[in-house]
C-alpha cells in the first residue's frame, strides 16, 4: 500500500470523525448551556451540577466508554451497543462539563448588570436571561467553544478503544495491522489529518469570535 | 575627568504607535535633537505639554530606551558606543517610573534588597541593611514587609524611590514621578523628594508639579514637541519666560494649580 | 459485585497501575513546564525561524490528538530509526512533549502580563535581562499560572488512559486485566474511574492550597475558572 492509497483510506474516516465530533458537540451545548444558566441563576442546583462537572471531567473518556459499550451494550443493545452513539454520547456528556464552564465564565463576563437591565424594561428574569443575556453569552464563548470543538474532533479517536468504527484512528491502526505493516506513514498521514481539520476551526473561530465581541463592545 | 554626571547629546529618537485607521502607523518624533548636561548636584526639572515626549527623553538618557542617534554619556563612558556593558551603566543610575512598576511579587524590603544582591553582589546582611537604611530615609520602613498591593500609591511610589537610591547610584532620573498618584497622596512624595534635594543629590526630573518646581528646581527646562525651548531658573518661567510658548503653557498652568 | 476488591492480586495491580499512571502524570507535567518555560522564551524573545520552529511545534502537539501522538512515538519512531526503544521511555517523553506544547501558551501568556512594566523595572535597578527573567519575571508568571496548570495536570491525568493501548500497565490496563478475570464489567470501571476521580480531586485540591499560599497577593489572572 502506498502514501496515496493510504491518504484515500484515511479520509474515508473524515465522515465518521466529523459526525462523532459534531453530535458530540450539540449535545455539549444542549447540556452545557441550561446547566451554565442554572447553576448561576438558581443557586439550589449549584451542588448538584458541579458534581455532575467534576465527575465528567474528572473520569477518563476512555474509561466511561469502555463502562458503557461493554458493560451496558449487552443488557441496552439499543442504544449501547452502537459504538458510534456510546462515543457520541459519552464525548457528549464530558463537552456538556466543559461548555458548562465555558458559559459560566461568559455569563460572567457579560455582566449580571445587562440582565437586571432587562427586568428594569419589564422582563421577567428568565425571559430577561432568554432575550439579553443569552445571545450576548454565545457572542462571548465563541473563543472557547471553537477550542472546545477542536478537543472533540482530537478526543473522536478514543472510539478506537471500542473498535468497530472505521473513522481515521482506526483506518490508521488497520493501515498498521495489515501487511506489510508500515508503522510510518498512516500515524503520521493521520497527525496532519486531524491538524488540518482542527487548525482552521480553532483559529478562524477564535478570530471571528474576538471581532464580533469587539464589534459588541465585550 | 569628566565634569559633569551625565550628558546628552543631539539626541534623536522616534517611535510608531498605532494610528487613528486600521492597520496604519504613526511615527512619533519625541526627542528631536536634544542636548542635556547635568552636574553634580544639580537639580534640574525638565516640563512642558503631555506627549512632547520628555518621558522617551529620560528613558533614553537611562538607556532603557535606545536613541536612534546621538550620544548619551555616563561620566567619560559613553553609553551609546556598541560594546558597552548597559547593566553596568544603569547600575549607577536610579530611575523612578510614573507607574510605580514594583517588583509585585516582593515585599518592600525584597523590592530594594534585590538589585543589591543580584547587581551589587553584597551578602544577604550587608544588602537587608542598606536596604532598610533606605526605606527609613524615605520614611517607610513600616511597610518594610508589605507587598505592592497591599500599600498605599504614596507608599508604593517612595519604596521605588528607596529602590532607585539604595545602589547610591550617580543620578536619580524621575519620570512623573507624583502623575499616577491620588492629589492627597502627592505630597508625602515631594516630601521625600525635597529630602532628596537637600541632601544634594543629582536629579533630573519630569514633573509638573508646579509648586514642587518652584520651591526645589535649580534649573527648569521647557520641554515641547521634542525639543527643548528655553531653560531657566524657576524665577525665570514663574515671572516671565522669554519664549511665546514658554508664556503660554505658564499661564495655562498657574492658572490651573491654585494651592 | 464488589467482591473481587478484597482478592489481592486484583488490588496489586491497582496499585501497580496507579503507579504508572500517576508517574507518567507527574513527568509529563514537569517536563511539560521546564520545555514550555523554554518554548514561551523563545516565542517572545527568539528570530522568525525561531518562533516559526516553535508554531509548528505547538500546532502539532495541540491539533492532533495524544493518542495518535502516542503510537507515533511508540511505533513509528522506532520504525524510522530502525532500532529497539523501550514503549515506557516513547510514552513518559511524548506527554512530557505533549503538555509543553500546552504549557507554552499559558506561560507565554502570563509572562506577557507582566513583562513589560517590570522588565523595565528591572533593568533601571541594572540588572541584565537574563536576570531580570529569573528573579522578576518568572516568579511572577509561575505563580499566576498555576490555575491553568491544575487544568493541565487533570488533562494530561485522563489521557494517560490511552498508554494501555500500546502495551503499558496502567490504571486502564488493570482494569481490563481484573475485568477479564472477573467478568463484572459495571463494578470494575466504577472503580477505576472513582479512583481517577479521587486522584484528580486531591491534586486539585493540593494546587489550590498551594496557589493560595503562593499567589502574589492583588494580582490574579482573569481566568475561565
Redesign the interface.
Given at each position: 500500500m502506498d502514501v496515496w492509497q493510504q491518504l484515500i483510506f484515511l479520509l474515508e474516516g473524515v465522515p465518521l470523525t466529523l459526525s462523532i465530533s459534531i453530535i458530540s458537540f450539540l449535545l455539549g451545548i444542549a447540556i452545557g448551556f441550561p446547566l451554565a444558566f442554572m447553576r448561576v441563576y438558581e443557586k439550589e442546583v449549584s451542588f448538584v451540577i458541579g458534581g455532575y462537572e467534576k465527575i465528567f471531567r474528572g473520569i477518563p473518556e476512555i474509561v466511561l466508554m469502555l463502562m458503557f459499550y461493554f458493560g451496558l451494550g449487552p443488557f441496552f443493545p439499543i442504544p449501547f451497543g452502537s459504538a458510534f452513539f456510546v462515543a457520541a454520547f459519552v464525548l457528549g456528556l464530558r463537552s456538556g462539563a466543559n461548555q458548562s464552564q465555558i458559559y459560566r465564565g461568559a455569563i460572567r463576563g457579560v455582566g449580571d448588570e445587562q440582565m437586571i437591565a432587562g427586568m428594569s424594561v419589564g422582563f421577567s428574569k428568565w425571559r430577561s436571561i432568554w432575550h439579553i443575556m443569552v445571545p450576548q453569552v454565545f457572542t462571548f464563548s465563541t473563543p472557547g467553544l471553537g477550542s472546545e470543538y477542536a478537543l472533540l474532533i482530537k478526543d473522536s479517536a478514543y472510539v478506537y478503544v471500542i473498535g468497530g468504527l472505521a473513522e481515521i484512528m482506526t483506518i490508521s491502526i488497520r493501515i498498521k495491522s495489515t501487511p506489510p505493516y508500515d508503522a510510518i506513514t498512516p500515524f503520521v498521514l493521520a497527525a496532519i489529518l486531524y491538524i488540518i481539520i482542527t487548525f482552521p476551526i480553532a483559529y478562524y473561530l477564535d478570530r471571528w469570535g474576538n471581532k464580533r465581541k469587539k464589534t459588541i463592545g465585550l | 575627568m569628566a565634569t559633569f554626571v551625565m550628558e546628552a547629546k543631539n539626541v534623536y529618537k522616534t517611535y510608531t504607535m498605532k494610528g487613528d485607521k486600521k492597520g496604519e502607523e504613526k511615527v512619533v518624533e519625541a526627542v528631536k535633537d536634544v542636548s542635556l548636561t547635568i552636574r553634580k548636584g544639580d537639580i534640574k526639572l525638565i516640563f512642558g505639554p503631555s506627549g512632547s515626549g520628555k518621558s522617551t527623553f529620560l528613558r533614553c538618557m537611562?538607556m532603557?530606551d535606545i536613541p536612534d542617534k546621538g550620544q548619551i554619556y555616563l561620566g567619560d563612558e559613553c553609553l551609546t558606543k556598541s560594546g558597552v556593558d548597559l547593566?553596568?551603566a544603569?547600575?549607577?543610575?536610579?530611575?523612578v517610573?510614573q507607574?510605580i512598576?514594583?517588583?509585585?511579587?516582593l515585599t518592600a524590603l525584597g523590592n530594594v534588597e534585590?538589585?543589591l544582591r543580584?547587581?551589587l553582589k553584597l551578602p544577604k546582611e550587608q544588602a537587608r541593611k542598606r536596604a532598610l537604611d533606605a526605606l527609613t530615609e524615605v520614611k517607610v520602613c513600616d511597610c518594610a514587609n508589605k507587598?505592592?498591593?497591599?500599600m498605599s500609591g504614596g507608599q508604593a511610589q517612595r519604596v521605588g524611590i528607596a529602590?532607585?537610591i539604595a545602589?547610591n547610584p550617580d543620578i536619580i532620573l524621575l519620570d512623573e514621578p507624583t502623575s499616577a498618584l491620588d492629589p492627597e497622596l502627592t505630597g508625602e512624595v515631594i516630601d521625600t523628594l525635597r529630602d532628596l534635594a537637600k541632601e544634594g543629590t543629582t536629579m533630573l526630573i519630569v514633573s509638573h508639579e508646579m509648586p514642587f518646581a518652584k520651591e526645589v528646581a535649580e534649573e527648569m527646562i521647557f520641554y515641547d514637541e521634542g525639543r527643548i525651548i528655553e531653560v531657566g531658573p524657576p524665577s525665570l518661567f514663574f515671572n516671565a519666560p522669554n519664549t511665546d510658548r514658554a508664556k503660554q503653557f505658564m499661564t495655562r498652568i498657574i492658572n490651573r494649580t491654585t494651592r | 459485585m464488589f467482591e473481587w476488591l478484597a482478592n489481592p492480586t486484583y488490588y496489586t495491580w491497582i496499585l501497580q497501575g496507579l503507579t504508572l499512571t500517576i508517574e507518567i502524570t507527574l513527568f509529563g507535567v514537569f517536563l511539560g513546564l521546564i520545555l514550555g518555560t523554554i518554548l514561551a522564551m523563545g516565542d517572545i524573545y527568539g528570530g522568525k525561524i525561531v518562533r516559526g520552529f516553535i508554531a509548528v511545534y505547538v500546532e502539532f502537539f495541540r491539533g492532533s490528538p495524544l493518542f495518535v501522538q502516542l503510537f507515533i512515538a511508540v511505533y513509528t519512531i522506532p520504525a524510522i530509526l530502525n532500532i529497539q526503544i523501550s514503549h515506557y521511555f516513547l510514552a513518559f517523553l511524548v506527554f512530557g512533549l505533549n503538555s509543553a506544547a500546552y504549557q507554552k501558551g499559558y506561560l507565554k501568556g502570563s509572562m506577557q502580563t507582566v513583562l513589560d512594566d517590570q522588565m523595565a523595572a528591572g533593568l533601571s535597578v541594572g540588572m541584565s535581562r537574563i536576570q531580570t527573567l529569573r528573579y522578576v519575571i518568572l516568579p511572577q508568571a509561575y505563580r499566576i499560572v498555576i490555575p491553568s496548570w491544575t487544568n493541565e495536570f487533570c488533562s494530561l491525568t485522563k489521557s494517560t488512559s490511552t498508554v494501555a493501548f500500546v502495551g503499558l500497565f496502567d490504571l486502564v490496563s488493570a482494569g481490563l486485566s481484573i475485568r477479564m478475570r472477573t467478568f463484572e464489567i459495571i463494578p470494575v470501571w466504577i472503580v477505576i474511574g472513582l479512583i481517577y476521580l479521587a486522584w484528580i480531586t486531591g491534586v486539585s485540591k493540593i494546587m489550590d492550597i498551594v496557589y493560595e499560599r503562593k499567589k502574589i497577593p492583588g494580582i490574579e489572572l482573569d481566568m475561565q475558572s
Open positions: - | 537611562a532603557l547593566n553596568k544603569r547600575a549607577r543610575i536610579g530611575f517610573f507607574h512598576y514594583l517588583f509585585r511579587h534585590l538589585a543580584q547587581v507587598y505592592p498591593s497591599q529602590r532607585a545602589r | -
